[in-house]
């Protein structure tokens, strides 16, 4: 982020707490219930959300060196991800393409090629068919028309976008806009090395999860405990550009910072960014490296989901040894149980109000701005009505 930037916000950050207030939705929105629970709603997501647009699968340090791979099945759609030899980024449909085994099963690691464990018919890492066995018996194909199935892959400011299907292009000024190609960069991304996977498997809403990250008005409840150690709750700097938004949660470092002059200023001492890429995706820089957090719909059960949330290690303190890189796994994997225990923990317990049918609403506070955001982008990229702004006295009478 650009520095005057990070002066622009520590500085509302500053206003907001000596004012005492927060941003300010302009009114609250009332949300159905059934968004969590609807088959037919959730089929429209998964097929336009999901299927029919790119997915980040992780970052350039997943795909480390030539020949590196990772794996990916979160959408049913079998992905194999490569660093090819010339460094670029490819994938492909996991699947050869002599009857369809799936051809690389570990989940990561390194290869020149990729044999297929049904009759090892063989793949380089860009996806070309160099091997066929007894191809005197089998028939004489045409290995060049049979390499693996390609996907759209773009690798942009260190994240790495696949689309899953087949026959579609990426545009990722379409999706991430210039906001992205803007600031992205600025936080080199690119460099960072992956530390820590989690995978948390929730019974709530894919969108449920997405909300926990949406608004500080619950710090000093239910993080009490633990973030609220370090951060001041209910207040917080919010942006949004297009599917975009970015929220800036405030620190209580920032009590210190702001006594120092203004070049010493730093928006990851005085807050955490966290953005949000639609759909599922959110980016929490910190001071040493990011977190990607990445939510996946059951496409058979609305009130299911599975997330996962990796840390990724700047590379200056991933060079300094086993002794920082134990250090950074430990905070990283205890951030990650906040999220499981506490923030997934309400999520659930909010699915079960939804599946219960008890509630026909929930309300979005004018703290919340966030979740206004969130669930009107969708709602309108789904054709359906945004959901109204209302002053106090229209929830009250309403509900
Ligand atoms: S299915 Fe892969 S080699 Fe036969
Ligand atoms: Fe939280």
């Known amino acids: 982020m650009q520095h005057d930037e990070q002066v622009r916000l520590i500085k509302q950050l500053c206003a907001h707490l000596d004012a005492g207030t927060n941003e300010d939705a302009g009114g609250l929105r009332r949300l159905p219930t059934a968004t969590f629970t609807d088959s037919a709603r959730s089929e429209r997501e998964w097929n336009e959300f999901f299927m029919a647009t790119p997915q980040c699968i992780g970052m350039s340090g997943d795909l480390p060196e030539p020949g590196s791979f990772l794996t990916n099945n979160d959408l049913g759609i079998p992905i194999l991800a490569t660093r090819d ?17 799936i051809v690389e099963t570990e989940e990561r690691g390194t290869a020149r090629r990729f044999s297929c464990p049904f009759h090892a018919w063989t793949y380089d890492t860009g996806g070309a068919l160099v091997g066929l ?43 991430l806009g210039e906001w992205f190609n803007d600031e992205f960069p600025t936080w080199n991304f690119a460099e960072l090395v992956p530390l820590t996977r989690q995978v948390f498997d929730t019974e709530c809403n894919w969108k449920l999860a997405m909300d926990t990250f949406g608004e500080t008005y619950h710090f000093s409840v239910l993080h009490k405990n633990t973030l609220f150690n370090g951060f001041h709750g209910n207040v917080q700097c919010y942006d949004e550009a297009g599917h975009l938004h ?6 209580r470092d920032i009590d210190a910072m702001r006594l120092l002059p203004e070049e010493q200023w730093d928006i990851t001492v005085a807050g955490l960014p966290v953005y949000w890429i639609f759909p599922n995706v959110i980016l929490l820089p910190l001071d040493a490296g990011c977190f990607l957090v990445r939510a996946y719909p059951d ?13 990724y290690l700047k590379p200056s303190l991933a060079a300094m ?32 109000a939804a599946n219960s049918g008890t509630l026909s609403h929930v309300i979005f506070g004018r703290n919340e701005p966030a979740l206004h955001h969130y669930h009107n982008t969708y709602l309108a990229l789904l054709g359906l009505e945004q959901l109204p702004l209302l002053d ?6 309403t509900m």
């Open 246 to 251: 970015r929220m800036i949660l405030c620190k």
């Open 133 to 175: 066995p007894k191809s005197e018996h089998f028939g004489d194909v045409d290995k060049s028309c049979l390499g693996l199935r390609p996907l759209a892959a773009e690798e942009r400011h260190g994240l790495l976008f696949v689309h899953p299907d087949p026959e579609a292009a990426i545009d990722l000024d379409q999706l």
């Open 392 to 397: 106090e006295a229209s929830v009250t009478n």
């Open 321 to 352: 040894g086993d002794e920082m890189t134990a250090f950074a796994t430990d905070i990283a994997e205890k951030f990650s149980h906040v999220i499981r225990d506490e923030d997934y923990a309400m999520a659930s317990s909010q699915q079960t």
């Open 85 to 101: 030899q010339d460094g670029s980024f490819k994938a492909f449909v996991n699947s050869c393409r002599h009857r369809g085994a």
């Open 299 to 311: 496409r058979n059960d609305p009130g299911r989901h599975v997330s996962r949330v990796s840390f």
